[in-house]
């Protein structure tokens, strides 16, 4: 005897279904609860709930376990589709389509009261539909960010350091999305609209089918329902299916062990302390010099104009910064390294623990590797080649008291005499006679005044652009004061008349070699002229 038709029954879900369901709400539950008490740690409801679990370490391991059997379920759930669509061809009922989009509108116009009839819908109708893909959306946006957060070390190897806060921020807003979702949409839809027990039971009510399927209904009573395959076709699908399938599933079971356990942060090297606070706010404090010794090291020199870091900082430069600081932005280097107090200059001819202070004027002199370069004069560090000469001021700036300091800074004193330790070394005469336009013509390799082995090549123009007359406070046609012969070494006066023309037209009447007084051997070749530039009769 059949059932009357308002009690009949229709199988809606298999028991493996089920079970998957129950899996999924356990699951999703307590990721929901031990996240958004972590999210919201400063509400007194869920400091409360964080310690009734046994510490914020413990709502951790709960929320991370969760997480792992979410992951797997996902996994089992893929796999179940592929065997599905695959082995037994079945339909794919979940695909949205273009009906679904005017089940919806004729959904809604049946509730304004525009439509008489509600629409007719297949086995899943247009509102699972989205709450499936809902959930699809969010576990890939869940499963993503919550690997970032709980392997932020690995991640920050691969990825700028920003990603972590952006990771976070995902992770709890597609949180607080996905629990409204289940509390408004899907708990009115199957909990408070009519009370669904599909789910627990397998069943549909024929009048459930009506309201919710009416077109899967009408398909099943006119018998239209997909054939499974015959056993012979099921089997020899299953011999292609099982091999191709199964290693991926076991490589992707083994991905998710090695992901969730292969990091150890420094979190965990520090033993659980089960009387800290929850969430401990950190004190606004001023900073002082050995606040910051445990913490980051102290920025020596000002910041401003230097903020790129990677020139002086990068690796093999000046001053490398640590392995594990490679690829962080320069933005992030302020986050823990903050401006200390800038050191004053050292003395002349002292060291300072920044980089050195030019000590001599630099107009004229903008390109530094004329003496500084590799065989220079001052030849600079092995890791300073290739830099522009912008680069050099950017770090090394002008000697207190050296002319073009910048404003406000001390100047030269009009009767300084002794160079700056370090500068170029004074001239000890005048420079405005023809004798001196060429200046080999003294300091030449084997003159009297050889110049470093390093200064051959130099023109006179390089000579006179960083070696200066010595001021003495006589004035000079130079616009500086030219030395007394006692400022540098010795030149022995004439001692006669040189108004003669015995004695002013040829000097070596008497000074040459094997004469009564010999002219060193680093005069053989000096003329008349060259004599009397540097001899003056004495007295005269």
Known sequence: MSQPQHQQEFIRFKLAQRIEHIVLIASFSTLAVTGLIQKYSLNAFCDWLIRTLGGIETTRLIHHSAAIVFVLQTIYHFVLMAYKVFVQHSELTMLPGVKDAFDALGELSYNLGLAKR???????NYAE??????????????AATGFMLWNPV???????GQVIPAAKAAHGGEAVLAVLAIFVWHMYSVHLKRFNTAMWTGKMSRVEMEEEHGAELARLEQGAVRPLPSPAVLRRRQRVFVPVVAPIALLLIGGVVWLTSFEKT??????????????????????????LTSVAVAIPHDVVGKEQCDTCHGQGQIKPYPADHVGRPNESCQACHKPGPTSTPAPAGQASSGPQDIPHPIVGREKCEMCHAAGGVKPMPADHQGRTNDTCTGCHKLSPGISGTPEGAATPSADVATPAAGSPKAIPHDITGDIYKDCTTCHGAGQLKPFPANHAGYTPDICTSCHQPAQTGSGTGTGQAAATPAAAAPIL??????????????????????????????????TVDTCTTCHKAAGG
């Open 118 to 124: 509600r629409p007719v819908m297949p086995h899943y």
């Open 129 to 142: 539909k989205m709450e499936y893909w809902a959930m699809i959306w969010g576990t890939v946006v869940m």
């Open 154 to 160: 690995f991640i920050t190897r691969l990825f700028p």
């Open 266 to 291: 420094s979190i965990t090297t520090v033993p659980p302390q089960s009387t800290l606070p929850v969430f401990a706010p950190l004190p606004i404090a001023t900073w002082t010099p050995s606040s």
């Open 493 to 526: 006066p004439a001692n006669h008349d040189l108004t003669s023309s015995v004695f002013k037209d040829n000097c070596l009447t008497c000074h040459g070699p094997d004469k009564m007084k010999p002219v060193p051997a680093t005069h053989s070749s000096y």
